[in-house]
């Protein structure tokens, strides 16, 4: 099993930034991608980044240029880089990773508890 766990969230005003962070640990013999993503006040989940363990990023449109995503392989941790933060912003962000925890394993789809970000207007 693999577990991630996040950091950094908390409340920040509008036009300030965050960083959040999630560990992987547990029994991980290769992590693919990487991610985070967010839920809204009463909507849906949805997706922020990406990162591959080659360093390949994917951002949902709205995100691009306010939000960096990063990776340490060595460290099993993803990072999430947000400035010019908007009340639009304020949700529960979530990390995710694609991972193996033995060579013969599936790929499987490991999700972690969340952490709170709000913005203040």
């Known amino acids: 099993q693999v577990q991630l766990v996040e950091s950094g969230g908390g409340l920040v005003q509008a036009g300030g930034s965050l960083r959040l962070s999630c560990a992987a640990s547990?029994?991980?013999?290769?992590?693919?991608?990487m991610g985070w993503y967010r839920q809204p006040p009463g909507k849906q989940r949805e997706l922020v980044a990406t990162?591959?363990?080659?360093?390949?990023?994917n951002y949902a449109d709205s995100k691009k240029g306010r939000f960096t995503i990063s990776r340490d392989n060595a460290k099993n941790t993803v990072y999430l880089q947000m400035n010019s933060l908007e009340p639009e912003d304020t949700a529960v962000y979530y990390c995710?990773?694609?991972?193996?925890?033995?060579?013969?394993?599936?790929?499987?789809?490991?999700w972690g508890q969340g952490t709170q970000v709000t913005v203040s207007s």
């Open positions: 990162v591959t363990s080659s360093g390949s990023t």
């Open positions: 995710n990773a694609e991972a193996r925890s033995k060579p013969w394993d599936i790929w499987n789809n490991y």
């Open positions: 547990g029994s991980i013999f290769r992590i693919n991608a």
